[in-house]
């Protein structure tokens, strides 16, 4: 079975913004909407975000050119940072490097970003490359399955895993909608980068978790959940209030079915790595689980701190998992995260 290794998060430098700013500016641009922009980010767990450009400049994002341009820019200059980090800290030998899986849903690049990133690091030119696009919060934990699902056959070489998500530029401020006000209030902006090595490879004695099970669950006719409409001046969110009961039902019969497939009980899981879809999903997960708000705090935390960042969220969790968590050897951890199509994505990993 594959290795996780490490993970490295990274986020726009220089543009720190409070709720309260967030929401100050939202209010000024739509005044008779004051009410709902209040209780929306009150009751959005976001303390603060890191914006990809100054708050003052979202007035003027302009079309789906301009975002998008300033969205490859960020992406690079936050990816290879991590990937610089990643290898200093790890010490991988970069031609080690078999397969890279990116995912986004926040911005386009042709050639993809992982093809871009390997004109500015040394890796074989044999590198496997998958971009994926339309995932959005599932990326995470669906990029962790698809490439456990490579290295299991190729238990020597090592897999990258790139999420890259700059929620922020998507923002329509000409919609008033309740989707988007919820999405002001609740989405923000990082990038995340993930090793993994197959269970022959040099690194594995040091990694942190095994990657044990995983599945994923499509819920058919569900695709207005969550998602995006592409329009001229970019990405229109397309948001339903039916997310919490999707997981309250659909959701916790996927998880009473992976504990059976896999002969695992959910007392035995102690710890939590889940995606910080909002206050609602979190309270969804914990009521399906039976586990404490504790159990989440990761994911509260990172949620607090930089808001909901898609796919990059679970992975801000793995990370302060790893750095604060304290976990004991063959501790089991449960990974989910939801997202567009609509469905869900189920791992178990165990500490090491």
């Known amino acids: 079975m594959a290795k996780i290794v490490a993970v490295q998060c990274s986020f726009p430098e220089g543009n720190r913004t409070s709720q309260k700013e967030i929401q100050s500016l939202l209010e000024k641009m739509w005044p008779d909407k004051k009410n709902y922009i209040r ?3 009150e009751r959005s767990g976001v303390d603060f975000r890191d914006l990809s450009i100054p708050i003052d400049e979202y007035e003027n994002l302009g ?3 301009k975002r998008n341009k300033v969205w490859i820019d960020l992406a690079l200059h936050l990816q290879q940072k991590n990937l610089q980090l990643l290898f200093e800290k790890t010490g ?5 490097i078999s397969q890279i899986i990116s995912t986004s849903v926040t911005g386009l690049s042709i050639p993809s970003l992982e093809a871009k990133l390997m004109n500015r690091f040394p890796f074989s030119e044999n590198t496997k490359r998958i971009p994926i696009f339309g995932l959005g919060c599932l990326g995470g934990v669906a990029g962790i399955n698809r490439l456990n699902d490579y290295l299991k056959f190729r238990p020597k070489e090592a897999g990258l895993l790139l999420a890259t998500e700059l ?6 401020f000409q919609d008033k909608s309740v989707a988007n006000l919820v999405g002001t209030s609740l989405f923000g902006d990082g990038a995340a980068a993930l090793l993994m090595v197959g269970d022959e490879h040099p690194l594995a004695v040091d990694a942190q978790f095994d990657v044990l099970n995983g599945e994923s669950y499509f819920y ?3 695709e207005r959940t969550m998602g995006w409409d592409i329009i001229s001046s970019g990405f229109q969110i397309v948001l339903s209030g039916d997310v919490p009961k999707i997981i309250t039902t659909k959701a916790s019969k996927n998880l009473s079915d992976f504990l059976i497939k896999y002969d695992q009980k959910i007392e035995d899981v102690t710890f939590m790595v889940s995606h910080p879809g909002g206050p609602k999903v979190l309270e969804g997960l914990i009521e399906i689980t039976q586990k404490s708000s504790e159990h989440f705090q990761y994911s509260w935390e990172s949620l607090s701190e930089h808001g909901n960042m898609s796919s990059v969220s679970v992975l801000n969790v793995m ?3 790893i750095e604060k968590a304290n976990l004991k050897k063959a501790e089991l951890g449960l990974m989910i995260a ?3 199509a609509f469905c869900s994505e189920f791992l178990f990993i165990r500490k090491l």
């Open 39 to 41: 209780q929306f980010g």
């Open 92 to 96: 991988i030998n970069i031609l080690d």
């Open 167 to 172: 929620c922020s530029l998507t923002f329509q």
């Open 220 to 222: 058919p006719d569900t």
């Open 319 to 321: 990370e302060k998992t």
């Open 63 to 65: 079309d789906i050119e």
């Open 338 to 340: 939801m997202g567009p």
